[in-house]
C-alpha cells in the first residue's frame, strides 16, 4: 500500500499502522497520527485503570536492501538498483560517473539540455534512500519543473512516497506531508518560508538538489536556501546543482559555486567522448535578411534620436564609459541608479533622469523596429502613449519629431499590403515550407522563439495566413484584453497538445526556454539573437534530444542582432573556459587531497584503512580525469 501524502487522513482519534510498500527489501510500517474526529465524546477513564500493562512492542525498522557492486549494475543496456524500475533508466557512462560523484561530495553538474540532469539526480537519490540517509528535496525554479520532476521520480522509482510544495499547497498539509514522505519536490520560495517559519527543518535533508541552479544568486531563493542546508546538514548529507548554463561571466559563476558551496565542479560537453556517441547531434544555422529601404529610413531617424539624447547625458558627466551605439538595456538601467548614488540634491537629478527616460524608450522603440518588425514598434508607441499615468519623460519621448515621423512613416508601411512587417517573418515562413517538404514517418514539430508578445501576436498571424494553425505559449502575467496570460493549466493544456500533433508549430515566449517538458522537436527557430548565454542554451536545448535536431537564427544586418549574436558568442565560449578549468581544477584538488591521505596512511603503517580509502576517493574520478 502507497502512502500518498497529497490525500487527506482518514478522520479518528488514534494512530492508524499503514503498511508503506516502497520498493525491494522495502516494505514495512510507520506509525502516523492522524487528527481526532470531532464527532462525539472519548470516555474519560482515571489514573487507576491504567495498570501499567506491558509497553506495546516497537516496530523494527524496514530492512535496507543489500548494495550492489559499483552501487549500480548495468544488464542489457539498462541500470539495475534494488529501488529503481527494471529497464526504465538507460546505462550512460557519464551518467552514472556523475551519479557516483554526487554520493561522495557537493557537486555542481554542467550538462547541456537534454542530456538527463534529472536522470543523475534520480540515481544519487535511489542510492541515498536505499541507505537510509535521509530525505530527498528537489527544488526547481517553477511549479510546472516541480510537476515533471516528481512525475519522473515516481516512474522510476515505483513506491515512491513524494510529496509536492507549490503555492497551490496549503501550509497545513506541508507541514504533515513533509513527516511522511521520502523525497519533497518544491519551489525554494515555499521551503525557504517554511524552514523559517520553523515548520520543518533541513536536517531530515540527505540530498538536496538544486535544479537550474544557475539562479543562485543575488536574492533568489535558491541563496537562503543554500545557507540553511548548510547550517543544519545532518552528516554525510549531500548537495547537488544541476545547471546546462551558470552564465559566461566569472564573477557570476563564482557566486553560484560560493553560494551553493559545492567543492567539486563537473562539466560535460555534447562533443567530446563518452557523451557524444549518445546524444544527437544539432544543426546550428544563421539565416541573415536585410532592412528595406523604407525601414531603413526609420530606422536612421530614430538612430539619430538616439544619439542626441545620449550627447545630452554625456554633457552632465554621465555614458562616458562606452560608445552609445553599443549602450545597452542593462546600461540604461544602470545609469538611473548611477544618477542617484552622486552626491547633490536632489533637484540635480530630475534633469539627468527625465533624458534617461527618454533614452530608454528610444532604446526599446529602436530595438523593436530592426529585431522585430514596424508593428511591433508602433504597439510599442501606442502603448506608452496608453498607459494610465503618463510621464513627463513619456510625454517628451513621444513629442520628439523623429518619433512622430517615424511613427507616420511606419503607419504608412502597414497601410499596404506590399510587404511584411519586418523581412524575417518572409524568411520564417521560407523555413516552415522547407521543413513541412521534408519527408517524415511522423508530422513535423517547430518551435518559435520570440522575445516579445507583440512579435508573437504578428508569427501566429503570418502562420495562419499561410493555413498552417500554431499553438501560443507565453507567461502568466496579461497586458491587455488582447494579450491575455496563460495559467499553469493552460500552458499545460498546451504542451499537450502540441505534443499530440494537434498543431504543428508552437510561437513561444522565453517561459519555454527553461526545463519546460516541451516534446523533442524537429526544428527550433531563434526570431531573434539573444545576447544571454544562458538563454541561447536553454533554447537549443528544446532540440535534439531523440533524434537530429535543427536551430535556425533570424538575423538582420546592421541591426543590433549583430551585436547581441557576438555577445552572445562571446560569453559562451567564456562560459565553456571558465567551466571546463573549474571542472579540472576540482578534480586536481579531489586527488591532491587523496594523496596526501595516503602519504599520512604511509607515514603510519599500523592503519591502512586511510590508504585504501584515499585509492577508493581516486577511482570514483571519471575514465581519464587523472590524465587531464
Known sequence: MVVHPELPPKPGGRTELRGVGVGPGRSGYRRLPLPTSRVGVAKVRALEEFDGGPAPPELAPAPRPAALPGIWQVSDGWVVHPLLRPTTIRALPFQLDLARISLTDDLLVVLPTGLGKTVIAAL?????????????????????????????????????????????????????????????????????????????????????????????????????????FRASRRPGARLLGLTASPGGEQARIDEVVSVLGVRRVEARHRDEEG??????????????????????????????????????????GYLRKKPLASLSVKDLVALRSEVFARPGPMTRKFGPLFHQLILLHLHHALERLETQGVEPFVQYVERVAAKEKVGRGDTAFLKLPAVETALAEARAILGTARSTSHPKLDALLDLLDEEFQKPRDRPPRVLVFAQFRDTIQGIRAAVDGRGWSAGRFVGQSTRDADDPGMSQAEQSNVLRDFRDGRFPILVASSVAEEGLDVPDVDLVVFFESVPSEIRAIQRRGRTGRSSLGRVVLLLTRETRDVGYQKSEERREAAMVRIVRRLSRDSRRARVAEAAAVADASDANPADGTPARRARASRDDDPPGARDK
Open 124 to 228: 544519487a537519490a535511489a542510492e541515498v534512500l536505499r541507505r537510509d540517509s535521509g530525505k530527498v528535496l528537489v527544488l526547481a525554479p517553477t511549479r510546472p519543473l516541480v510537476l515533471q520532476h516528481s512525475e519522473a521520480f515516481r516512474a522510476w522509482i515505483p513506491g515512491l512516497r513524494t510529496a509536492r510544495f507549490t503555492g497551490t499547497v496549503r501550509r497545513v498539509v506541508r507541514e504533515g506531508a513533509w513527516d511522511s514522505a521520502e523525497a519533497v519536490f518544491a519551489t525554494p520560495e515555499l521551503v525557504d518560508h517554511d524552514v523559517a517559519a520553523g515548520r520543518y527543518s533541513l536536517a531530515d535533508v540527505g540530498l538536496i538538489v538544486f535544479d537550474e541552479a544557475h539562479h543562485a544568486v543575488g536574492k533568489y531563493a535558491y541563496v537562503p536556501v543554500a545557507g540553511k
Open 275 to 316: 557523451v557524444r556517441e549518445f546524444v544527437q547531434p544539432v544543426d546550428i544555422e544563421q539565416r541573415w535578411v536585410d532592412l528595406p529601404p523604407e525601414i531603413q529610413s526609420i530606422q536612421s531617424t530614430l538612430r539619430t534620436a538616439n544619439l542626441a539624447e545620449g550627447r545630452v547625458l554625456q554633457k552632465m
